[in-house]
């Protein structure tokens, strides 16, 4: 059972009147949502610039390697956050709205690591001034790091795509173009801002129908890669055509 305690004492008066109330629900709502914060790696932080003060929860010092004890000035705590920038921003623009913004931040932690955090900063105006910052700080390495190394991958693989001498073009289930090699402008003569987003058989209305067609059709359908010769009459030339289904687009390589 948690306690909330008020002593007063009546004017004229030595005597000393005590008023408890039951805070147990409140308390014990706090003791969950910190439960939360660790299990989510969350926490939250605030810096007051009105009274110069600032404020880090448990769990927050916590996750950025931080002492118990930890006090930090306001210089210190926008440093720590990486606000310094946009700080300067909010304290130059002069509005009474709350806004809220979130941002992915590295930190150094004092063990000589840097991690990914996402910050996630409302800011509090009085007279038009900024007099506060609030909000909640989340250690998102690990998701952080995986996308990055996604993106990297996607980054090599488009390279690569865009390199090889075979046309390569992926349409998705609309048969709407979302990718058009370097070769692929080349050998067919389109530039690729000519057909991205567009439907492939408005672009090349002479294939509507023909075996071309029908074989990229039957592909989707059956989810089955296929080989496929075929004669291109307007630029008088034959083609190898492989084509790779999958869920919700087809890969097409030709030369």
């Known amino acids: 059972l948690y306690v909330s305690w008020t002593l007063f004492r009546l004017k004229d008066s030595e005597d000393v009147f005590c008023v408890g109330r039951d805070i147990t629900g409140k308390e014990r709502l706090g003791e969950l949502l910190e439960k939360t914060n660790v299990l ?124 090889i001498t075979d046309g390569f073009l992926v349409v998705d289930e609309q048969w709407i173009v979302k990718y058009w090699n370097k070769s692929a402008e080349e050998i067919l003569s389109v530039h690729k801002s000519e057909i991205l987003g567009k439907h492939l058989w408005e672009v090349f209305d002479d294939f509507r129908g023909k075996a071309l067609d029908i074989k990229y059709r039957e592909s989707m359908e059956k989810q089955e890669s296929f080989h496929f010769e075929t004669y291109f009459e307007n630029l008088q030339k034959w083609f190898e055509v492989r084509a790779y289904p999958s869920e919700k687009q087809l890969s097409i390589y030709f030369r």
């Open 40 to 163: 989510t790696k969350m926490g939250t932080w605030e810096i007051d610039f009105e009274n110069n003060k600032t404020y880090l929860s448990e769990n927050a010092k916590h996750l950025l390697g931080l002492k118990d004890s930890f006090v930090g000035e306001v210089s210190e705590m926008n440093s720590l956050l990486n606000l310094n920038q946009d700080l300067a921003k909010l304290q130059s623009t002069k509005v009474e709205i709350k806004q809220k913004e979130e941002f992915d931040t590295q930190i150094n932690l004092p063990s000589g690591t840097n991690n990914w955090f996402r910050i996630v900063v409302e800011q509090e105006f009085k007279n038009n001034i900024l007099v506060k910052l609030f909000g909640s700080l989340q250690n998102i390495h690990g998701y952080k790091e995986s996308l990055l190394k996604e993106e990297k991958l996607l980054q090599e693989k488009n390279q690569i795509l865009a390199n």
